[in-house]
């Protein structure tokens, strides 16, 4: 059974950047592909990034890109998202999940598996 967990939410002022981590243990060997998401207070779950596991395709949100950048570490069982150039209206809770049956998605149902969700504020 995989296990998610993430790690390196915070407080940061607009502009500012954060680096989040999720690392994975139990049966990592079955996982495809990984991706972020993100819930703010009153809105539903949105796609933020994915990365197929050879980490040669990514995929990324339109509000995120080229702002953020997705990676992952196999040896490590841990996947990455460097957000720089932060903003207001990326506060949110920020998701890790993996799938096992495809590559790389940008839909949630495609995912099986999830973390518990890491806080991020970014303040103006």
């Known amino acids: 059974q995989v296990q998610l967990v993430e790690s390196g939410g915070g407080w940061v002022q607009a502009g500012g950047s954060l680096r989040l981590s999720c690392a994975a243990s139990g049966g990592t060997f079955s996982i495809n592909g990984m991706g972020w998401f993100r819930q703010a207070p009153g809105k539903e779950r949105e796609f933020v990034a994915a990365i197929s596991r050879s980490g040669s395709t990514t995929y990324y949100a339109d509000s995120v890109k080229g702002r953020f950048t997705i990676s992952r570490d196999n040896a490590k069982n841990t996947v990455y998202l460097q957000m720089n150039s932060l903003k207001p209206e990326d506060t949110a809770i920020y998701y890790c999940?993996?799938?096992?049956?495809?590559?790389?998605?940008?839909?949630?149902?495609?995912?099986?598996?999830w973390g518990q969700g890491t806080q991020v504020t970014v303040s103006s």
């Open positions: 999940a993996a799938t096992r049956r495809v590559t790389a998605s940008r839909l949630t149902r495609e995912y099986d598996t």
